[in-house]
């Protein structure tokens, strides 16, 4: 079992920037890679980020390349998203989710294996 919690979210204005954290906990040495995951009101869960855990290959969503930075802190088990230039479009909850095996793609939800609570970010005008 893996247990993530998200963290970081919160009011933030067009252009600004927020971090959030995502700390793992439990079998955290069979984590492949985790990732980053929004979702807004009446629309699907989207891809944002990933990164491998061991190896620290970073994926993007064209959507936030540029503006998103995937990174993590091995010693500590935590991943964050380094959000900056934020849009009103970023307005979603955010989640942070894990996989324990490779897999060709990152970016499908369907993939993941463990699920955080989600953080909820609402970018301002």
């Known amino acids: 079992q893996v247990q993530l919690v998200e963290s970081g979210g919160g009011l933030v204005q067009a252009g600004g920037s927020l971090r959030l954290s995502c700390a793992a906990s439990g079998r955290t040495s069979s984590i492949y890679a985790l990732g980053w995951f929004r979702q807004a009101p009446g629309k699907e869960r989207e891809f944002v980020a990933a990164l491998t855990w061991s190896g620290g290959t970073r994926y993007y969503a064209d959507s936030v390349e540029g503006r998103f930075t995937i990174s993590r802190d091995n010693a500590r088990n935590t991943a964050y998203l380094q959000m900056n230039s934020v849009k009103i479009e970023d307005t979603a909850v955010y989640y942070c989710?894990?996989?324990?095996?490779?897999?060709?793609?990152?970016?499908?939800?369907?993939?993941?294996?463990?699920w955080g609570q989600g953080t909820q970010v609402t970018v301002s005008s």
């Open positions: 989710a894990a996989v324990l095996v490779r897999r060709p793609r990152l970016s499908s939800s369907h993939d993941y294996d463990y």
